[in-house]
């Protein structure tokens, strides 16, 4: 028996075309999770991203998790740490970014990276909480020794200051007229998640500092 033929160029059409793509199927629905740091996580970030003497205490903080977009086109989970009153309200923002499909690089606890800022900048990381002061100098606490900033893909969102560029291997990314994958604009998906919960950017600062968002805008 003959087949239709529009059955016929539905089977081609379907053939040819393949499988879905990541980039073109369905992305997995975002989760997210706020919830008490854990004692093991307590346990890994005494003496490295916390310590005695901090503008927070452990118990002021919350994980978050949440699900983010690769570069890989791929869903992956992530996890960073933040002030309990703005946990919520983050957990909202990176749900934004993952509905526009907005690469990230990682998101990893900075303590994967001895909670050395610059390690952690270097790799590409998105982080948050950190108790260190303002770009390493005493004795300014910066708004991630509070858990209220939050950087996101460093590389690609360079600190351009009278120090030079952090990280180094960021510089590729100075020229902010040369629009990527990964590059944060004021207006875009990333700017308009934070705008959305009151937070402020860096990188309309005199001495931009692109990946950086948090409650005060500094």
Same mark, same amino acid.
């Given at each position: 028996m003959r087949r239709p033929v529009a059955l016929v160029t539905i089977l081609l059409i379907v053939t040819l075309a393949g499988p879905a793509?990541?980039?073109?199927?369905? #992305?997995?629905?975002?989760?997210?999770s706020v919830r008490p740091l854990p004692t093991s996580l307590r346990q890994l970030m005494r003496g490295s991203s916390w310590h005695p003497g901090c503008p927070v205490? *452990?118990? $002021? *903080?919350?994980?978050?998790?949440?699900?983010?977009?690769?570069?890989? /086109?791929?869903? %992956?989970?992530? /996890?960073?740490?933040? %002030?309990? /009153?703005v946990a919520h309200a983050v957990a909202r923002a990176f749900g934004r970014i993952y509905a526009a499909r907005f690469p990230? /690089?990682?998101?990893?606890?900075?303590? $994967? !990276?001895? #909670?050395?800022?610059?390690?952690?900048?270097h790799a590409d990381?998105?982080?948050g909480f950190n108790c260190r002061y303002r770009n390493g100098v005493c004795c300014t606490w910066s708004m991630h020794a509070y858990g209220k900033a939050i950087d996101i893909n460093p590389v690609e969102n360079p600190e351009i200051w009278s120090g030079g560029i952090s990280p180094p291997n960021g510089a590729? !990314?100075?020229?902010?007229?040369? %629009? $990527?994958?990964?590059?944060? !604009?004021?207006?875009?998906?990333v700017w308009s998640a934070f705008h959305a919960i009151g937070w402020g950017w860096g990188g309309s600062w005199a001495s931009p500092d692109y990946q950086h968002f948090s409650t005060n805008g500094k």
């Open positions: 793509t990541p980039s073109t199927a369905t #992305a997995p629905p975002y989760r997210s205490g *452990l118990d $002021r *903080l919350r994980l978050v998790g949440v699900t983010y977009w690769g570069f890989d /086109r791929e869903a %992956h989970h992530g /996890r960073l740490v933040v %002030h309990r /009153r990230i /690089r990682h998101v990893r606890l900075v303590d $994967r !990276y001895g #909670a050395n800022d610059k390690r952690s900048m990381n998105t982080s590729a !990314y100075v020229d902010r007229s040369d %629009h $990527r994958r990964g590059m944060i !604009y004021r207006g875009d998906a």
